[in-house]
């Protein structure tokens, strides 16, 4: 007798590598990638977990960022993006997605690297959407350099800036006006538990990212604001299309145990997890999806 079940083998759910050689300057757009991200667009399917929130998600034009945006959106939010004005096509299409659920959806390009612009950012957002339940500190810039004497001073600084300033000039931004419920996500990874070799800086950065989420959960718990990381492995995304070079593009996610790369929709949910209500008791936690290794 056939036993009646949607059980799917995760090895073969997606494309394997060798992925074609490619390459985009930054910042990568996903229509030019080959073969293009999935972020749940055909097949995330609300439940009304996050009814009436209003999430803030840095990076939600594409990638991880927009796979939430996809989730957050079919669970009942509303939900202002940002990201820079290079992706405004990308960022675009999330704008549909979203509208296209009946949400409302709110774009607000520009550079994070700018204390003066994140706090605009949390000023705009706030205003629009008229509070802040949720926000996603998801942005993020990654060069991969073969050594340490590689590194070019102004690479090394805008990937401190994007990656441990921005989180830092946002979330103190945002803070006084998420109240008790609110939750704070950060995208860390498992380059924090686990670096390449040739991702020596943006390693450091990730790791930053992993403390700033259990010291704040640390400061927040007493207003009732949950504080969670997500630590991705390879996940095929425009970052990686423009930080590595064609050659590691072509292997990316083989030596995972899956022998795969991951796709942006298999950690949506992830991020709704660490929004809905059923997660109140995680806080200061880091939740992996990397594939088999890392260390969260
Ligand atoms: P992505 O390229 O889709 O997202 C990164 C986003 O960062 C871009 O879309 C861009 O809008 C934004 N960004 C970069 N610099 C900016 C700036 N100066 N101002 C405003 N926005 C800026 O790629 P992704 O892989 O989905 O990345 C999302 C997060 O996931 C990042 O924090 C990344 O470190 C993390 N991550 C990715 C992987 C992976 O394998 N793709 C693995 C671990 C962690
Ligand atoms: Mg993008």
New binding site residues.
């Given amino acids: 007798m056939r036993h009646d079940t949607n059980m799917e083998n995760p090895r073969d759910k997606y494309p394997r590598p060798p992925f074609r050689k490619q390459q985009q300057p930054f910042?990568a757009l996903t229509n030019r990638m080959v073969p293009i991200p999935d972020h749940g667009e055909d097949t995330y399917v609300g439940s009304g977990r996050l009814h009436g929130r209003r999430a803030l998600i840095t990076?939600g034009?594409?990638?991880i960022g927009r796979a939430a945006a996809i989730a957050y959106a079919r669970e009942g939010a509303d939900v202002a993006i940002n990201?820079l004005p290079e992706?405004e096509e990308?960022a675009q299409e999330v704008v549909r997605l979203i509208e296209l659920v009946g949400r409302r959806a709110f774009s607000i390009p520009g550079d994070i690297t700018s204390e003066a612009f994140c706090q605009q950012l949390v000023q705009k957002a706030v205003k629009k959407m008229g509070g802040l339940d949720i926000l996603v500190n998801n942005a993020a810039f990654q060069k991969s350099y073969p050594t340490i004497l590689d590194i070019p001073a102004e690479s090394f600084d805008r990937t401190m800036k994007t990656n441990v300033y921005a989180p830092f000039w946002i979330t103190k931004a945002a803070v006084p006006y998420m109240e008790a419920g609110s939750a704070i996500i950060v995208t860390a990874s498992v380059q924090a538990y686990d670096p390449e070799e040739v991702l020596l800086d943006y390693a450091q950065t990730k790791a930053t990212n992993v403390i700033l989420v259990k010291a704040l959960a640390k400061q927040l718990g007493k207003k009732g604001i949950r504080v969670n990381g997500v630590a991705p492995g390879p996940i095929w995304t425009?970052l990686q299309v423009c930080s590595k070079d064609p050659e590691m593009i072509a292997n990316f996610g083989a030596s995972t145990a899956w022998g795969r790369a991951g796709q942006p929709a298999e950690l949506a949910s992830i991020y709704v997890q660490l929004a809905d209500n059923s997660g109140s008791y995680s806080t200061g936690q880091i939740f992996g999806a990397s594939g088999g290794g890392g260390h969260p």
């Fill in positions: 910042p990076g034009d594409s990638g990201y992706e990308d425009p």
